[in-house]
């Protein structure tokens, strides 16, 4: 099956600082690729959607300007958490499609995040 | 907004026990999928359900889409240790390439 790689598996930084998460597709092209967002014990939030060249659409209520993401070859999407603040404190989750509309997404193992 | 929501919340059986989940919302969906995530990992893809009353099995798992598309059920049978994780349902609807995530159903067996 495809393989999606997170980097770094656990991040613990200072508030105020920015945090740069990667999304690798390790063996296919990934065209869309998802970040979300999961609190301790619940669900996932599905924070946005990136595609390869173009820019992330973002859900209702996530800020762009606070989460960056840029998704610029078709293996390689990345999340920067700018000026993080311990609220943002959580496990982030990507996942890559083979192409928008397709059944199958692939999920990475995680980032865990922690602001002090 | 689609909201989904999965029941129960919690679930804690002694091994052998069946249980169901289910996952209930007022949206349509093209298709719904079932997932099961450990703690620390990413969830890990059960089944995929796209046709009204379909039905599928996978190995003592049973996966159920309703008529209508609105909801979806999993039943799992003599349930063991293993099956211990959160279960997550996730729908799209049509129109949209994204999915939208459950609630969550946590669950717990008991050897």
């Known amino acids: 099956g495809a393989v999606v790689s997170q980097h770094p598996s656990r991040v613990i930084c200072k508030s105020g600082t920015s945090v740069k998460i990667e999304c690798r597709s390790l063996?296919?092209?990934?065209?869309?690729m998802f970040w979300y967002r999961q609190f301790p014990k619940q669900s996932l939030m599905l924070m946005a959607t990136s595609n390869e060249g173009s820019k992330a659409t973002y859900e209702q209520g996530v800020e762009k300007d606070k989460f960056l993401i840029n998704h610029a070859s078709l293996t390689l999407s990345t999340l920067t958490v700018t000026s993080a603040h311990p609220e943002d404190s959580s496990f982030y989750i990507c996942?890559?499609?083979?192409?928008?509309?397709?059944?199958?997404?692939?999920f990475g193992p995680g980032t865990r995040l922690t602001v002090l | 907004t689609q909201l989904l929501e999965q029941s129960p919340q919690f679930l804690s059986i002694q091994e052998g026990e069946n249980l169901t989940v289910y996952c209930n919302s007022s949206?349509?969906?093209?298709?719904l999928q079932w997932y099961r995530q450990e703690p620390g990992e990413g969830p890990v893809l059960l089944v995929t359900v796209v046709t009204g009353g379909e039905v599928k099995k996978l190995k003592r798992l049973t996966f159920q889409f309703g008529d209508a598309r609105k909801d979806s059920s999993l039943h799992i049978t003599a349930a063991q240790p293993g099956d211990t994780g959160l279960y997550l349902c996730?729908?799209?609807?049509?129109?949209?390439?994204?999915?939208?995530f459950g609630t969550g159903t946590r669950l717990k067996v008991l050897a």
């Open positions: 949206s349509v969906f093209s298709s």
């Open positions: 996942s890559a499609s083979l192409q928008a509309g397709n059944d199958e997404q692939f």
């Open positions: 063996d296919f092209q990934a065209t869309t």
């Open positions: 996730a729908g799209r609807t049509s129109g949209t390439y994204k999915y939208i």
